[in-house]
């Protein structure tokens, strides 16, 4: 008898299903009760939204405000920050329009409670940098959830989301999702026109610097675990800018922000020996990709290519000076403030390490790679932009709908659109939530049908681990090695390494070629063909099986992507050694990619960046 024969299965229906209530999905939770009064709005989260998501221990700052009300920035002025960063590949119309709609959304998380600090001179909000202002944030998370379950027909924590369901009676339309509690282990099958996916970046696809001990210390959520991408990808929708990883310098060890330091204490980088190094690679890098290194600011990607040079010179560890600003009591509270709210590991690390920063320069280091579409960097899906300011090829439906029909994103989840943060992926959930709730609005009556042969099927193959697991136990050889299954930790170390090696991470200095992309590829489909055999001992290993399976499917669209796009476009990011310059003759353009199911084959394709903003 398996273990299919007791399990439960718990059907829900609703008009907008929203998968992840992190802070585009609590935005999208709240907006899609305001746009449909009458509709039944569910949001189903893998933990339990009061703490969950990339915000769940906290923030400093909220990087995303115009502050139009003092007229300190317009939307344009955003745009033009967010290409220039990009080195010229954003969707201008997507991103104008989260710029437009943030403030709005701050001024919200103000009024359900979040103390935002204020200059006691003008009242308005104190800026850490141009985009940036500060917060007493160990609460947010907490706050804007109160507003998304008080919206919501219904939350449903603790449910791991797997697979979305399609639509039997139309090609290429969404109809649901399906997935299972992981602390009941019940099977749930979500029914819905319209559904949001919200769920977040993705860590731990390339090998962490935390490895052994230390590995759930990763910079981006270690339970970030690529569904935004995998859910998508699976039911055929187009995917752009996935090769746009991420790599962030922040402080060894701890991973500890380093924004706050720069933009508010005014801290400064020197090397080993004391010196700025900045200036020593200007040439270097403008043979590399001409004048963007004239832009101000500097792209993000180019600072972290000037350490990674100075570091391969011999000239590292890259230290933050920090003893000058901690000679100032405000400073010193400041920068310890900075890790409480939001990082505390980092001060944890500090202390351990006998580093106090008023005596000693702390070590920076750049981490492994993220994927992820809101902070410094922009993979994700590619979604319809508004209707008042897409151009017409950007446009195929309703705001913020993939290529799949009432399928929406917003958050981590959406490419093509840096820098919206915390705040903007909470603005972009409140604009896919409206726009998810006049595609339902416009069906009527019509409703997609789920195929019950379908969700039956996934109810198989999502608890197969734990019949593998049941199956092949008593074979284990010695400690947990088994000859028939694999743990979803040994599965994600294979992973990382692979990743790591072959596509651009720490240990070959983010840099990659075709040949080893291709041999990559290969160590992944063969990966993939180990996945059939993952085994997972009780309900928590189930979920650490899925998002290994997430993870996976993630990083072959990540390597496809990096094959696909014959430049470097962003060195600090990571480099194709064997086309070491940006090429802006072939390459300003979007990559996209299209998986399909059946074949296993990924389609690629360019397509065109419109500048609309001069
Ligand atoms: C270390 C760090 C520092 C940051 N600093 C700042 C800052 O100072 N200021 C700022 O404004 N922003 C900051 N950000 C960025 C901000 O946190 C993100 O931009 C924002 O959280 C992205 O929102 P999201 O909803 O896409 O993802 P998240 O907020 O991460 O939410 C995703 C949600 O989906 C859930 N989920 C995932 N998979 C599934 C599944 N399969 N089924 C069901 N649920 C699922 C997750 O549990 C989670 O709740 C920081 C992020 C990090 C990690």
Redesign the pocket.
Known sequence: MGLLSGRKTVYVDSDVLV????????GATYEARYWGRDLNIVC????N?ER??????G??????YMGMQWDENQPEDHVRYARNDLMGLVREDLGYDIARHVDSSVHKFEEWGLPIMKDPETGQYMREGKW?IMIHGESYKPIVAEAARKAASKVYNR????HLLMDKTKANRVAGAV?FNVRTGDFYVFRAPAVIV????ASHIYKPRSVGEGMGRT???P???A??YA?PILVGAKMTQMENRIVLTRFKDG?G?V?AYFLHLKTYTENAYGDEYESNWYENTKELVGDYIDRQPVPTCLRNHAILEEIKAGRGPIRMVTKEAFQDPHKETIGWENFLG??IGQAVVWASQNIDPKHTNPELTTSEPYV????ATCSGAWASGPEDYAPSEYQWGYNRMMTVDGLFG????IGGTAH???????AE?RIAAKAAVKYVKDLGKERPQVNEAEYENLKKVVFQPMENYEVGRNEIVAGTVSPSYLLPLHGLQRLEKIMDEYVGGISSHYTTNEPLLTRGLELLGMLKEDLDHLGAEDLHQLQRA??LQ?RVLASESVTHHTMFRKETRWPGYYYRGDHMKLDDKDWHCFTLSQYDRESGEWAMEKAPVYHIVD
């Not at 998968?19 to 585009?24: E, H, K, N, P, S």
């Open positions: 998968i992840g209530g992190g802070m585009a999905g609590c189903v989260e893998k933990a939204i969950s998501g990339a915000v769940a221990q923030l400093y700052a909220i990087n995303c940036q449910i791991m989301v797997t997935g919200a769920a977040g970046g910079w981006y959520a339970w970030s675990s569904s935004a859910l991973y922000p924004g939001m990082t992820m579409g809101s902070h917003a958050g981590d989840t919206k943060f915390s705040s903007g992926s909470f959930g899925w998002e997430h």
